[in-house]
Each structure stands twice: as C-alpha cells, then as structure tokens.
C-alpha cells in the first residue's frame, strides 16, 4: 500500500479524528487555566479609600483582591482624620488587574513642627507678616508701658516663648508690644525744666 493510498483508509482518518479532538480538549483545557491563572480580560474597579484608616483599607482591598503599599505622609489636612488615606495611585474608579498594589499617601497626625522666628525688638508692623508668612497666627496683642513700641515677648499658650522654639504650623502666637507711652514721658520731662527756667527768668526781670 503507498503512502498516498494509507491517507485515505478508515484508519489513517480515525486517528487523525482523534488526534483533532485531543487538540481541541487540550487547547480548551489550557486556555481555562490560563484564564484562571492570570485573570485575562477581568478588570477589577478601584474602590476609593479617601479618608478610610489602613485597617479599613486593608478590610476593603482583600475583598477585591487587591494590595497596598503607604508611599509617604502628606502635609496635614484638618479635613481628613488623622493617618486616614488623603491620596491614591491609581485613582479610584480606575479599572486594574487583580493582585494590583494601590499606592497610598497617609494623613499625618499634625502640622509639622517649625522654629518661631525671632522677632523680639522689631515693630508689630513687622513682626506680623514675618509669624504669617511662616506658618503661625497672631493671637492676641497685649501693650506694655516701654520706651519704645517694639515686640516685648511673645506668649504661646499663656507660657513666655522664646525664639527658635519648635511649634506646629498654624499655632496662635500672643504678642507684648511696647506703648511707647514712657517715652513720651521722659520728652515731657525734658521739657519741664525748659519752661521753669523761663518762668523764672520772667520772674527776675520784674524784680
């Protein structure tokens, strides 16, 4: 029997029918565990983790089967809670791949602590804008009788503060500020004599 004559026998066909059908339950077989495996064409949705605590993130990623990693603390917002989620990578809404690691940046507890700068001796006219132009706030502004009318002390808390001291962003700094009040004092001091001395002359020349 030739060659070409053995490709049309009952035989030849029936294994090359079987060998078709194997093929076919092969490549069924691996295209199921590949989408089993590695999830192809499924997309899970972000879910949006603003303002939720790692323990409740962690609570909600599980369930979609998805990661986390914290990247870094951003600067401190009194909008959300403390150490909560203030920002995501990927955004939520966004359609990702199951076993996808959300990067996360995490509320701080507080402001960061900056040093008061020192603005003992300067006029209240400066020392204002250089506290706010730091970071804090003017509280209240007390006078004090003095010479001049430059910054005294400063107060934080009703306890004397002193300059260099490390206090959170937006912390209420009260300011003693000289009246200038004895200075006025001592130019009416010098005065008095002046106009004693020409009463006197007065005096004199009517004797």
Known sequence: ??????????????????????LIVLSFLVLWWLKGTTNHGERIEVPNLATLSLDKVEEVLNEQDLRYEVMDSANYNPEFPKFSVIEQIPKAGKMVKEDRKIYLTLNPSGYRKINVPDVLGKTLRQAE???????????????????????????????????????????VIDLIVGDGSRNRVQDTADDDPQDTSETTNDDNDGL
């Not at 294994?15 to 059908?21: D, E, G, R, T």
């Not at 509280?139 to 004397?160: A, N, T, W």
């Open 1 to 22: 029997m030739t060659f070409f004559k053995f490709l049309t026998t009952k035989a030849f066909l029936k294994q090359l029918l079987y060998a078709v059908v194997v």
């Open 129 to 171: 804008p250089t506290l706010l132009a730091t970071g804090f706030k003017i509280g209240k502004i007390s006078k004090r009788p003095h010479i001049s009318d430059q910054v005294l002390e400063m107060r934080y808390k009703g306890e004397k503060l002193e300059a260099g001291t490390e206090l959170q962003k937006t912390a």
